[in-house]
């Protein structure tokens, strides 16, 4: 089983930036692939950015995209979401989650393991 704890949500001003955090526990972190995914107020969750499992392929969302980034250090157990210059539309709930898929996963259906979320919220 794997776990995940999700940090580093907060209130920030549109344009600013967030880093948040994902520690996973297990001694197979290595081989899982891991998402970050977001769920909106009256939205479905949806998928933000993915990182497989020796990071060498990534995955960023049409709406992120040149301004989120995501990456991993297997040493640490550790998954991070970088996001910058955050607009009023990127709040929402994020979560990190784990697959045991070989190869990049982009669907919310392909994770078994979840975090509880962190909020972000981009005030105008």
């Known amino acids: 089983q794997v776990q995940l704890v999700e940090s580093g949500g907060g209130l920030v001003q549109a344009g600013g930036s967030l880093r948040l955090s994902c520690a996973a526990s297990?001694?197979?972190?290595?081989?899982?692939?891991l998402g970050w995914f977001r769920q909106a107020p009256g939205k479905e969750r949806e998928i933000v950015a993915a990182v497989n499992w020796s990071g060498g392929s990534t995955f960023t969302a049409n709406s992120v995209k040149g301004r989120f980034t995501t990456s991993r250090d297997n040493a640490k157990n550790s998954v991070y979401l970088q996001m910058n210059s955050l607009k009023p539309e990127d709040t929402a709930v994020y979560y990190c989650?784990?697959?045991?898929?070989?190869?990049?996963?982009?669907?919310?259906?392909?994770?078994?393991?979840w975090g509880q979320g962190t909020q972000v919220t981009v005030s105008s």
């Open positions: 297990g001694r197979t972190f290595s081989r899982y692939g």
């Open positions: 989650a784990a697959t045991a898929r070989v190869f990049l996963s982009t669907s919310v259906r392909e994770y078994d393991y």
